[in-house]
């Protein structure tokens, strides 16, 4: 009555088990396009990437066996089991001790050195190495769009930005409303955008295509509906980009600039000629105390 139940049991929990096995790097093939952070387009993303395969590959060599012991014990001391020696006052297997403290320490200092090491080769702060010239790009995140400025090109967009192939990217980042988060999964991880203060950014792509940016913070009524494309192209497509973005007939200074900074939700994509070069230092000074007070 009892061996019955419980080898059923133990056989489904062996398939759902095993289905999940077999089903998950499947999933996660098939919706590759929704998965972004798996399939990186850039440098900084695909260590990233890597890291979280390696720690995830550690943390299996723990969770792979228990699963393992637990099908086993519970098949071996089951009920109907005459054979198996019951012993409750089995203390201090020394075996069972080193096993079940040593391991779990070991890969415990394994993945705190290698994170270690991570952490400080992909500091955002880092500049990537590369025989090409950075490209600066300040971000300003409002509410509900993303300004960006090239300072050297002259130049400014609203909810788009572009860029040669791997060519490194300097992004200095800052906010003219509540905190928010820069992030364009494809390329690396997300850093804060807060008002009266410079965060910094350094990312390449290593392909070409559009990748969706997007806020990664909750802010608020339009936070759905703040994403901006960051496409990376060639080097020739990107000057003729250039070129348009600078013959546009829509000019950025501090007066326009007080118009985009208004509340707006779903905001096409526009291109300024960059008439203050100043600009984003004066965004961030406007929350500045003034001197003496």
Request: glycine content about 4%; overall charge negative; hydrophobic content about 45%.
């Amino acid at each position: 009555m009892v061996k019955s139940p419980i080898r059923l049991l133990l056989v489904m929990s062996a398939l759902v088990i095993l289905t999940i096995l077999v089903l998950q790097p499947l999933s996660v093939f098939h919706f590759e396009g929704d998965i972004e952070v798996l399939f990186p387009k850039g440098i900084v993303a695909l260590k990233e990437r890597n890291l979280l395969f390696v720690l995830q590959g550690l943390m299996l060599i723990v969770v792979i066996p228990v699963y393992v012991f637990t099908f086993i014990f519970s098949w071996k001391y089951r009920a109907s089991n005459k054979n198996a020696i019951y012993d409750p006052d089995l203390v201090d297997n020394h075996v069972a001790e080193y096993f079940w403290w040593g391991v779990p320490c070991i890969i415990t200092l394994a993945m705190s050195i290698i994170t270690w090491q991570s952490t400080h080769e992909l500091d955002p702060y880092k500049p990537l190495q590369s025989d090409k010239k950075a490209l600066t790009i300040q971000v300003v995140a409002l509410n509900w769009k993303w300004l960006f400025i090239y300072p050297e090109e002259k130049i400014a967009t609203v909810n788009f930005i572009q860029f040669p192939k791997e060519r490194p990217i300097h992004f200095e980042i800052t906010a003219d409303a509540p905190m928010n988060s820069f992030w364009i999964p494809r390329l690396g991880g997300q850093i804060y955008a807060m008002a009266n203060m410079k965060t910094e950014l350094n990312l390449m792509a290593s392909e070409l295509g559009d990748f969706r940016g997007s806020s990664a913070n909750i802010s608020g009524e339009g936070f759905s509906g703040m994403t901006f494309i960051a496409r990376a192209s060639s080097e020739e497509d990107y000057e003729k980009w250039l070129k348009t973005a600078q013959e546009s007939t829509q000019a950025l200074d501090l007066t326009e600039y007080n118009k985009i900074v208004l509340p707006s939700q779903r905001n096409p994509v526009v291109l300024y000629q960059l008439k203050d070069e100043d600009l984003f230092t004066k965004i961030m000074n406007k929350y500045m105390h003034p001197q003496g007070k």
